[in-house]
C-alpha cells in the first residue's frame, strides 16, 4: 500500500501556513465609485470642515436670540444651496429651510411649528414684509449646525483597513474623496482535472460526470471579491496540467485545482507542485478534505498561492472555505482574513468521528425560545454529509466544529461553528 509522505496536519496550523504565506500587494488608487466592498489601504482625513457654514437643522426662521417671543417682519428667505444677501437685523427674521446657510446677524432657528403668519405670503409679494409671530424663546445655536458640526479639519474619516460598504463610500463623497488607495482584488484561477469530466451543458459520456467544483468554487470567489480566471478542464495529462498551471501562474494570485490530490497514479497534482514551488502541507486532519495541498510557487516576482484541492465537491468547497477563502481576504486587506467562530445549539444530536474532527454542513439561525427566552443560535444539520454530495452545501451558513471522539452529541450540546454565510 503507497502511504503519503506527507505529515496530516490540524487545519488551525494549516491555516496559519497559510496566511503566513500570504503577502497583500501594493495598493492602487482607483475611483471612488469602483472602491465598494474594497479594502482601504491608507487613513483618509478630513481637508475641509463639514459643514463648512452655520447650517440650519431645521425648516423654520432664523432669528437673534435675544429678541425672544413676538411679532416680527419677515426680511427675507434663505433656502438650502443659496447665501442670503441681507443681514437679520435684531428685532427681525428671516425664512429658512433645512440645510441653508444661516444668514449674517442670526444666531439661531424657531422651528416653524413655534410659529404663525399674521400676514399671508401673497402679502410679502405685493406690499412689503409679512409679520411672523414667534412663540418660542430659544437661545444662541438652537437648531444650528456650526462649522464643523459633523467632521472637522483634520479629523479621521476612515482609517486605514476599513471595507467600503455604502455608509462609507458616502462618507468619503461627503468629504469630497474622488479617488482611494486601495488593495487589488485577488485575481484567482480556477481548473478541474479528470478525464471523467465534462462541462455543464454537454451531455456525459460513459463514465462521465458534470464538472461542478469550476462554477461552485468561482461563484465562491466572486462572493468574496475576487476576480476570477477560468482555466476549464484539464485531462488526466502530464503536459495538459503543466500548461493549465502555467497560465494560471502566470494570470493569477491564487491558484485552485480540484482533483488530482489523492495516491493514485494519475493524481499529479503534489509532484508538480513539488517541481515547480514549495509544497508546505498535503494532509489535513479533518472531515472531509484530508488530501488538501497547500504550495507556493514564486513567478514574476511575486508570491503565487496554489491550493491542491479535493475533487469530491464538498471536499472542494469546505477546504476552500477553510483555508483558501482566508486567503483571499488576506491579499485583499482584511485586517482579520479569518472566519467568524460562533457557539451554537445543536438541533438533533450528532455521531461523531473517531478518527477525525468533522466540518459538519449545518444551517445556523437566531432561536428566541432558548436559554429561557434570551435566545441563542440553533443549528440544523443539512443532513447526509458524504463528501460526494453537494446538496448537503444546499442552504449550509456554517461549519460546525465537531471533535473527534466516539459517540454521540446530543440535542442541546453547545459546539463551535466557523460562519460561511449569513445568519438569518
Given at each position: 500500500m503507497t502511504e503519503s509522505t506527507y505529515p496530516m496536519l490540524d487545519v488551525e496550523a494549516a491555516l496559519d501556513i497559510v496566511l503566513a504565506q500570504t503577502v497583500p500587494p501594493d495598493p492602487e488608487r482607483i475611483p471612488l465609485a469602483a472602491?465598494?466592498?474594497?479594502?482601504?489601504?491608507?487613513?483618509?482625513y478630513a481637508t475641509?470642515?463639514?459643514?463648512?457654514f452655520p447650517a440650519s437643522v431645521k425648516d423654520g426662521y432664523a432669528v437673534v436670540a435675544a429678541?425672544?417671543?413676538g411679532e416680527f417682519p419677515v426680511i427675507g428667505e434663505v433656502t438650502a444651496g443659496r447665501v442670503a444677501e441681507f443681514v437679520v437685523a435684531p428685532g427681525t427674521v428671516a425664512y429658512i429651510t433645512t440645510g441653508a446657510p444661516l444668514p449674517a446677524g442670526a444666531d439661531a432657528v424657531v422651528m416653524v411649528e413655534e410659529t404663525a403668519m399674521t400676514v399671508s405670503p401673497a402679502y410679502y409679494q405685493h406690499a412689503g414684509a409679512p409679520v411672523v409671530h414667534v412663540r418660542a424663546r430659544v437661545t444662541a445655536g438652537a437648531d444650528v449646525r456650526p462649522i464643523g458640526y459633523d467632521v472637522a479639519v483634520g479629523q479621521e474619516v476612515l482609517p486605514a483597513g476599513a471595507r467600503l460598504g455604502p455608509a462609507e463610500i458616502g462618507l468619503l463623497a461627503t468629504v469630497g474623496v474622488v479617488q482611494v488607495a486601495v488593495y487589488p482584488a485577488p485575481r484567482v484561477a480556477i481548473l478541474s482535472s479528470g478525464d471523467e469530466l465534462v462541462e455543464t451543458?454537454?451531455?456525459?459520456?460513459p463514465g462521465q460526470i458534470h464538472d461542478s467544483n469550476r462554477p461552485t468554487l468561482a461563484a465562491a470567489v466572486a462572493a468574496l471579491g475576487g476576480v476570477v480566471v477560468d482555466l476549464g478542464i484539464v485531462g488526466d495529462t502530464q503536459a495538459t496540467l503543466e500548461a493549465a498551471v502555467a497560465r494560471g501562474l502566470e494570470e493569477a494570485d491564487i491558484l485552485l485545482t480540484s482533483g488530482g490530490v489523492s495516491m493514485g497514479n494519475l493524481d499529479l497534482i503534489k509532484p508538480l507542485l513539488d517541481r515547480i514551488g514549495v509544497v508546505h502541507f498535503g494532509r489535513l486532519r479533518m472531515k472531509p478534505g484530508k488530501p488538501c495541498t497547500f504550495a507556493t510557487v514564486e513567478?514574476?516576482?511575486?508570491?503565487?498561492?496554489?491550493?491542491?484541492?479535493?475533487?469530491n465537491p464538498v471536499s472542494s468547497l469546505v477546504t476552500f472555505y477553510l483555508l483558501g477563502a482566508p486567503a483571499l481576504r488576506k491579499l485583499a486587506g482584511w485586517e482579520n482574513p479569518r472566519l467568524a467562530r460562533v457557539q451554537v445549539c445543536l438541533?438533533?444530536?450528532l455521531r461523531l468521528d473517531p478518527y477525525r474532527p468533522e466540518y459538519h454542513r449545518a444551517t445556523v439561525r437566531w432561536e428566541t425560545s432558548l436559554h429561557e427566552g434570551r435566545g441563542a443560535l440553533l443549528a440544523d444539520s443539512t443532513g447526509n454529509q458524504a463528501?460526494?454530495?453537494?446538496?448537503?452545501?444546499?442552504?449550509a451558513n456554517a461549519l460546525l466544529e465537531l471533535p473527534q471522539g466516539e459517540g454521540v452529541l446530543p440535542a442541546g450540546?453547545?459546539?463551535t461553528a466557523l460562519l460561511i454565510g449569513e445568519v438569518l
Open positions: 472602491a465598494r466592498n474594497r479594502i482601504l489601504a491608507e487613513t483618509v475641509s470642515p463639514l459643514p463648512p429678541d425672544g417671543p451543458g454537454t451531455p456525459p459520456g513567478r514574476n516576482g511575486r508570491r503565487r498561492l496554489v491550493f491542491g484541492l479535493p475533487g438541533g438533533e444530536s463528501s460526494s454530495r453537494l446538496l448537503s452545501m444546499r442552504s450540546a453547545i459546539v
